[in-house]
């Protein structure tokens, strides 16, 4: 029981700080929020991210370039132009590295972007990632009432990564559309996304990108919206 609580804890916790600091604070400004309240969300993304963390800066970036060129081929994470999921993880974990690279290596404050610097290269060390994956296997190896559990310890190793695919694949994928004009090949994969927390509306997103809510129809259901206005009425935030 407690490893079940302690994987869907983690899925949730972790998508939660993807799409409301990664998605829709620093790749959007979609809100406002104070230097205090971005160190602390900046942190607690390093820390449930854990061995899988994605620097804010470095996903920024490359979120913007996907709404600019979406599926074309200068997008670099479109399942339009990839054959298969190795493929096309590869080509955004190579264009990921890139930039993160470049960010850890520029200290320009000319972009808006979020940046921590001793934070990112904590993240990015492969001995604190490791850590993180020791963590993860020990909790297991403690508490799993069978060895058969084990295979989940891979999505909690991978956890940012397949959050980041199951959106853009099955995103530009599969799933109905609102919008039909839409150029790219963006859908809507759940009518109801309890799964990634609205993130599978991607065919409402790319209709408005800097849009807060993701869910454009009654019965559609955004709970990273639901959050955000919490978060907007407890002041911590403020909605632009
Ligand atoms: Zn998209
Ligand atoms: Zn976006």
Redesign the pocket.
């Known amino acids: 029981m407690i490893i079940i609580l302690f994987f869907i804890g983690h899925w949730y916790i972790s998508l939660f700080f993807q799409t409301f600091f990664l998605h829709r604070y620093t790749s959007h400004r979609m809100f406002k929020m104070n230097s205090f309240w971005e160190k602390t969300f900046f942190f607690l993304t390093f820390l449930v991210q854990g061995s899988s963390f994605l620097q804010p800066a470095a996903y920024g970036a490359m979120h913007r370039r ?2 600019s060129f ?1 599926d074309t081929k200068k997008d670099p994470h479109s399942p339009v132009w990839s054959n298969n999921i190795f493929s096309f993880m590869w080509g955004t974990f190579k264009e990921y590295r890139n930039l993160s690279t470049q960010f850890i290596n520029d200290d320009s404050k000319s972009s808006d972007l979020p940046r921590w610097k001793s934070i990112e290269i904590l993240g990015e060390s492969m001995i604190v990632r490791l850590l993180f994956i020791i963590f993860y296997s020990s909790f297991y190896w403690i508490y799993a009432p069978s060895a058969w559990f084990f295979i989940l310890i891979p999505f909690h190793i991978f956890m940012g990564p397949i959050h980041g695919f199951i ?2 694949w099955f ?2 994928k599969n799933g109905y559309r609102n919008h039909p004009e839409l150029l790219d090949n ?1 859908k809507n994969t759940l009518p109801v996304d309890l799964l990634m927390m609205g993130e599978l509306y ?1 065919n409402n ?2 209709k408005s990108p800097n849009k807060p809510k993701f869910s454009h129809r009654w019965f559609e259901l955004d709970l990273g919206y639901l959050i955000i206005q919490i978060l907007n009425t407890l002041k911590v935030i403020r909605l632009v």
């Open positions: 996907h709404h979406s959106v853009n995103g530009h963006s991607q997103h790319h």
